[in-house]
C-alpha cells in the first residue's frame, strides 16, 4: 500500500534517529517535514539544531522553551505525589514525553499538519508515551514511527545510513550509548550498559560528580515548601525553574543522584539503564520529609500506594488519562497542609535530614517523649489492644477446637 501523508510534524533532536528520519520521511512519503525541537533543559546548540534540520531537508524548525510550564505543570504535581517506577526510577525521561509531545501537536494543529513522527523505537517505552499522548490530543493525526516501519534494525545501522547520507552525528559505535537529557535528568542506555555485570565507567556521568571527586566536606541545604510545592532554597525565594537548576548544581557537586537499575519496560522487555537526577533527588527527599510530620497517618499509607500507580502511569505514557488527572485533584488535597521547612546535609551521595519544621506538624513531643508527661494516659492502651487483638483470640480459639476434634 502506498504510504502517503503530505506535511509531517516530526518531533526533532539532531540526535542519530531523528538526523536520518527527515531525508527517510522525505524519501518515504514524500511529504514536506517540518522539524519541532521542544527546549526541555537539555544542553544543547539550538541554533546549530535548527541549521542542521534545515540541511537534513526540514522545511521549517521551530524551537520552543517549555522549560517553565515543564517544571511548573509536570514535574512538580509528579514530585507532589511521590511518585518512583520500582521504587527508584525519577521518571526523568517519562515525564518529558507527554510535553514534547503536546508542544508537538500545537505545531501540527498551526501548520495544518495531516501526520506527527516520532523516533521512539519499537523496543522501547517512548513510542507508547508519545503515541498516547497524540491520541489523547489530536486522534486525527496520521502517527508516523519509522522505526517500525524502516529497514534499520540497530544504531550501529543507522549510524551507517547516516554516513551514507553525509549526516553528522555525535553517536559512534565504540561508544553508542543512548542518553536522554533534560532538566530533571539525564539517562543512558546501551554500549557497555547492556550487559548489567559490568560496572559503569566515569566518563558516562555529566550532572554529578563521582564519588571520588565529590567534596571532603558536607553542605547545608534548606528548602522551604508551600502546599507540597517548593518555593525556596536557603531562604531565597525562586522560580520553580530557578529552583530546579539551584538544586541541580548543589546536589552534583555533591554526586547526589545517581541511580543504575534493570527496569521493566511496558513492552516486557528488561532494560538496564543509568540515571543522575541531583536537584530531583533532593527535592523528593525533602519533601517526604515533610509529609512525615504534617500528614496523618492514614493519609501518608494510602498516598504511598497512590504513588506508586502515578509512577506506573507516566511511565507508561498515561499522563493525559482521566484516572491520571483525578489523581492529581487527590494529591492536591493531601498538599493542603505540606508547608514548612526542610534541612537536609548532603555529603558524597548521601542525604541525611537535619531538620523539619512546620506550622502544621503533627508531631507532639509532648506525646512522644519517654520522659514524664500527663497528657497520655498508658493505662489506656490495654483496652485498645484488647479490642484491636479481638479478631486474632477469636481465630485462635476456633483453630484450637477444629484441631481438638
Not at 73 to 80: Q, T
Not at 121 to 137: H, I, M, P, S, Y
Not at 383 to 388: A, E, R, S, T, V
Request: glycine share 8%; with cysteine; net charge positive.
Amino acid at each position: 500500500m502506498q504510504k502517503t501523508a503530505k506535511k509531517v510534524v516530526l518531533a526533532y533532536s539532531g540526535g542519530l534517529d531523528t538526523s536520518i528520519i527527515v531525508p527517510w520521511l522525505k524519501d518515504t512519503y514524500g511529504c514536506e517535514v517540518i522539524a519541532c525541537v521542544v527546549d526541555v533543559g537539555q544542553k544543547e546548540d539550538f541554533e546549530k539544531v535548527r541549521k542542521k534540520a534545515i540541511a537534513s531537508g526540514a522545511s521549517k524548525v521551530y524551537v520552543m522553551d517549555v522549560r517553565a510550564e515543564f517544571v511548573k505543570d509536570f514535574i512538580y504535581p509528579m514530585l507532589k505525589s511521590g511518585a518512583l517506577y520500582e521504587g527508584k526510577y525519577f521518571l526523568g525521561t517519562s515525564i518529558a514525553r507527554p510535553i514534547i509531545a503536546k508542544a508537538q501537536v500545537d505545531i501540527a494543529l498551526k501548520e495544518g499538519a495531516d501526520a506527527v513522527c516520532h523516533g521512539a523505537t519499537g523496543k522501547g517505552n517512548d513510542q507508547v508515551r508519545f503515541e498516547l499522548t497524540f491520541k489523547a490530543l489530536a486522534p486525527h493525526l496520521k502517527i508516523i514511527a519509522p522505526w517500525r516501519e524502516w529497514n534499520i534494525k540497530s544504531r550501529s545501522e543507522a549510524i551507517d545510513y547516516a554516513n551514507a547520507h553525509n549526516i553528522p552525528i555525535v553517536a559512534t559505535k565504540k561508544k553508542p550509548y543512548s542518553e536522554d537529557d533534560n532538566l530533571w535528568h539525564i539517562s543512558h542506555e546501551g554500549g557497555i550498559l547492556e550487559d548489567p555485570g559490568k560496572e559503569p565507567t566515569d566518563d558516562i556521568l555529566s550532572k554529578i560528580n563521582t564519588l571520588e571527586k565529590a567534596p571532603n566536606k558536607s553542605e547545608y541545604v534548606k528548602i522551604d515548601f508551600v502546599k507540597g510545592v517548593p518555593v525556596a532554597v536557603n531562604g531565597k525565594k525562586m522560580s520553580p525553574l530557578d529552583i530546579v537548576y539551584k538544586l541541580n548544581a548543589i546536589g552534583g557537586k555533591h554526586g547526589i543522584g545517581f541511580v543504575d537499575m534493570v527496569e521493566n519496560r511496558l513492552v516486557g522487555i528488561k532494560s538496564r539503564g543509568t540515571y543522575e537526577t541531583p536537584g530531583g533527588t533532593i527535592l523528593y527527599a525533602a519533601h517526604r520529609e515533610l509529609e512525615e510530620i504534617t500528614l496523618d497517618r492514614d493519609t501518608f499509607h494510602y498516598k504511598q500506594n497512590i504513588a506508586g500507580k502515578f509512577g506506573e502511569m507516566i511511565y507508561n505514557g498515561m499522563w493525559f488519562a482521566p484516572l491520571r488527572e483525578a489523581l492529581s485533584v487527590f494529591i492536591d488535597k493531601t498538599q493542603e497542609t505540606v508547608t514548612g521547612s526542610v534541612k537536609l546535609k548532603l555529603y558524597k551521595g548521601n542525604i541525611r535530614v537535619a531538620a523539619k519544621t512546620s506550622p502544621y506538624s503533627m508531631y507532639s513531643e509532648a506525646m512522644a517523649t519517654f520522659e514524664a508527661e500527663e497528657v497520655y494516659n498508658q493505662k489506656d492502651a490495654e483496652g485498645f489492644i484488647n479490642l484491636y487483638g479481638l479478631q486474632l483470640k477469636i481465630y485462635n480459639q476456633i483453630q484450637k477446637k477444629m484441631k481438638n476434634k
